[in-house]
Nanobody
Framework: QVQLVESGGGLVEAGGSLRLSCAASGSGFAIGKMGWYRQAPGKQRELVASITIAAITDYSDSVKGRFTISRDNAKKSVNLQMNSLKLEDTAVYYC?????????????WGQGTQVTVSL
C-alpha cells in the first residue's frame, strides 16, 4: 500500500515563500511521474507542476519562474519550492505519484495541505 504524506503548507504574506514536501511510504513499488495539483475554493483541481524520474519538469503557465519542483528518487519524495507567492496561489495543494510497478499503473494522492497567501 502506497501512502503519500505532505508537509509544509501554511500562511504566508504575498511575495513570500513556502516549500512543500511529499514522501511516499510503503515498499515493493516503483514511481514514475510525481507532481503537485492544487484546488482553490469553487475551482477545479489544476496541475501545478510535475517531474519525471529523469527530472524532466513541467509547469503551469501561472507558476513558471516562481515555483520549482524537485524530487529525490531514492527517498521517493517530491518538493515544491514556491517563491513570489500571490493571492491567487491560495489553494489546497495535493501531491501525486504515478506508481508504475506493480501493474496496473495507478495514481496515488496525498491528503492535501493548505496554502494561504495574504496581503
Amino acid at each position: 500500500q502506497v501512502q503519500l504524506v505532505e508537509s509544509g503548507g501554511g500562511l504566508v504574506e504575498a511575495g513570500g515563500s513556502l516549500r512543500l514536501s511529499c514522501a511516499a511510504s510503503g515498499s515493493g513499488f516503483a514511481i514514475g511521474k510525481m507532481g503537485w495539483y492544487r484546488q482553490a475554493p469553487g475551482k477545479q483541481r489544476e496541475l501545478v507542476a510535475s517531474i519525471t524520474i529523469a527530472a524532466i519538469t513541467d509547469y503551469s503557465d501561472s507558476v513558471k519562474g516562481r515555483f520549482t519542483i524537485s524530487r529525490d528518487n531514492a527517498k521517493k519524495s517530491v518538493n515544491l519550492q514556491m517563491n513570489s507567492l500571490k493571492l491567487e496561489d491560495t489553494a489546497v495543494y495535493y501531491c501525486y505519484a504515478n506508481v508504475v510497478l506493480p501493474l496496473p499503473r495507478r495514481d496515488y494522492w496525498g491528503q492535501g495541505t493548505q496554502v494561504t497567501v495574504s496581503l
